[in-house]
């Protein structure tokens, strides 16, 4: 009787951790790693979740902005319509970086997770919907630097999350994105200069039409992210504290208008 109460009681807990397991994947597949599927999941992030006790051991907010490169790249393909990923993120870092496009705010305690003061502003159908398209990329083309908040998070934000200063691939699964801090200096309040070249991937196939793409890593980028120190970008070494919250250098944007579109409207 006691071995069999034994039994019974590893069968429960056995389901429970399945029960979390399975609670997991849902949720991460429905706000972090979404896709097109609609009512399917990636496998890839079930092979995340078998050990309970490892949960924490993952840059889980990495992986999402690497799926979200991936699927904002994937968007650009002709022939692609839609865009996955966790769109939250997306939607929260706007609001945050650009004023002209904040809805309205609710106060909320400084614990609270940011993203969820922005109060959601209703989606328009039809006509309505073309006219803030047309409106929304006029205001893009029409914004200046001084229509940015460079430093939603304060001048110091880096120095409470010393890994928003690393250089180099971040990753999910199999999925791999270049993540370079040198290129938004402005973010931490330092001026923006002319940024080195990104660490390339190996080989990659890109078609000119059709909505996706694959790259290919060489394997010792997978040795990059715990290598911290190695590959922490230095402030100071690389730049100086801005003035001005918008300053660059004055080289800066003929490198960038060489490598970037300046106008969305033909």
Known sequence: MHAEGLLVRGGELKIKEMEVQCYLFVLLGSTLFVDKSRDRLRPAINLFLKDHRRLADYAWGAGALAYLYRQLGVATRAGSKGLCGCLTLLQAWIYEYFPLFRPSQLPQSPDAPRASSWISPRLPGGDEARQRLVRYRQLLDELSADDVTWTPYGRDGHTDIPRSLYTGPIRF???????????????????????????????????????????????????????????????????????????????YVDWFLTRSHPRITH
């Not at 660490?199 to 394997?219: C, L």
């Open 173 to 251: 699964s199999d999925i791999a994105e270049g993540y370079d801090p040198s290129r938004c200096l402005r973010q931490f309040g330092y001026r923006q200069i002319i940024p080195a070249a990104m660490t390339v991937p190996h080989d990659q196939y890109r078609p000119a039409s059709g909505s996706s793409y694959i790259v290919f890593w060489d394997p010792w980028v997978n040795q990059l992210w715990d290598n911290v120190a190695a590959r922490r970008l230095e402030l100071d070494f690389a730049s100086r504290p801005c003035e001005q919250p918008s300053e660059i250098v004055e080289e």
